[in-house]
Every structure is written in structure tokens, then in C-alpha cells.
């Protein structure tokens, strides 16, 4: 049987982009205007960033801009944490696409790379999900659906999805740090 593949169109893919750079120029404003007021908002604040990871995270093949979210609440609160908690929330939210492998929907049979992919998994496994997990990539959920239909046992995914979202979070975070710190010093204060 084969399978038909349908584009998005171009329109669509452009207003998507569009809308992605509003938003995030949008939320950068915002955070630089209220940044005084956000210790007030703190409490609610890590349990947001994990749920908004891991939604962001669970969506299969369309990336959304979480890592922008882990960015801009690594310059309100504390990054150390906001690392940790935002690698957590996206490492849960990859186990939908594991699960979608596992359960044998294989929807990713006629990619390009998915071969070389099956390959790599299967003689490297863990080393795979860490590497694709700690580099910005939409090749991740590709990864996480073969690790689920070739039977990767849950914890040697979860762990090194985990330990590779960690480590890309704290960068980011960092990076929102001193980011926002920079802005603020070159506009003032807003």
C-alpha cells in the first residue's frame, strides 16, 4: 500500500513562521515590561514552565517553540531550575511519540533519513536519544517513534531523552539569563 504524503502550503508554513516571531517578540516585550512582577507569579511559575514543555514537546513532527519559552523564564527565575524543570516537561512529552512507535504506528516509514535513523538506533540506542535530545532538531521525533517500534525498553529512552533535554534547557535558560539582563541594560528600564 502507498502511501500519499500532502504538503502544507507555502502560505500556511510563511504565516505559521509570522505568527512564531510575533509571539516570541510579543513575550520578550512582556517579560522585559512586568520582569519586577513575575516573583510575585513564581509559585505558579515552574509548575507552568514543565506543563507548557511538555505540551509543547508532545506534538508530533510540528515543533513548537518550547525551547523559546525555557529562554525567556531562564531570565525571570531561576535558570538552574527552570533548566531542570523544562528538561523534565519535554522529556515526558517525547513519550508520545515513543508510545506512537510502540504501538506500531510507524508514520515516519518514508522519510528520508528513517533507514539510517533504524540503523543508529539499533546499534546505539541510548547514545542517539541523548545527542538528538540535546541538539535543537525536529529529527527528535522521528527518533522517539523508532525507539518505540523497535521495542527500546522505556527507561533506556526516557533516561538519556532526559539527560539530553537537561542540558539543552540550562543552556537555554542561561542564555535568557544573560539575555534579558543584557536587553534591560541596553533599554533601560522600560
Do not use: H
Not at 523508532?146 to 529512552?157: K, V, Y
Request: charged letters at 10%.
Amino acid at each position: 500500500m502507498e502511501t500519499q504524503t500532502t504538503a502544507v502550503p507555502r502560505g500556511r508554513l510563511w504565516m505559521a513562521r509570522v505568527a512564531v516571531v510575533v509571539i516570541l517578540v510579543g513575550a520578550v516585550w512582556f517579560s522585559l515590561r512586568y520582569r519586577d512582577r513575575f516573583s510575585e507569579w513564581a509559585r505558579f511559575g515552574y509548575p507552568a514552565i514543565f506543563l507548557i514543555s511538555a505540551l509543547t514537546n508532545a506534538t508530533l513532527i510540528l515543533p513548537l517553540p518550547g525551547l523559546a519559552v525555557t529562554t525567556l523564564a531562564g531570565g525571570v527565575f531561576n535558570p538552574w531550575i527552570v533548566g531542570v524543570v523544562a528538561g523534565l516537561g519535554q522529556a515526558v512529552g517525547e513519550l508520545s511519540g515513543y508510545l506512537a512507535g510502540y504501538g506500531g504506528q510507524t508514520i515516519v516509514d518514508n522519510l528520508p533519513r528513517y533507514a539510517q535513523l533504524v540503523r543508529w538506533m539499533r546499534r546505539f540506542g541510548p547514545w542517539v536519544i541523548f545527542v538528538l535530545a540535546l541538539i535543537p532538531n525536529p529529527v527528535f521525533d522521528v527518533a522517539g517513534i523508532i525507539a518505540g517500534s523497535t521495542r527500546m525498553p522505556l527507561l533506556l529512552f526516557l533516561l538519556p531523552c532526559a539527560a539530553g533535554k537537561i542540558l539543552k534547557n540550562l543552556i537555554a535558560a542561561w542564555a535568557g539569563f544573560y539575555g534579558l539582563e543584557l536587553l534591560q541594560r541596553w533599554f533601560g528600564g522600560m
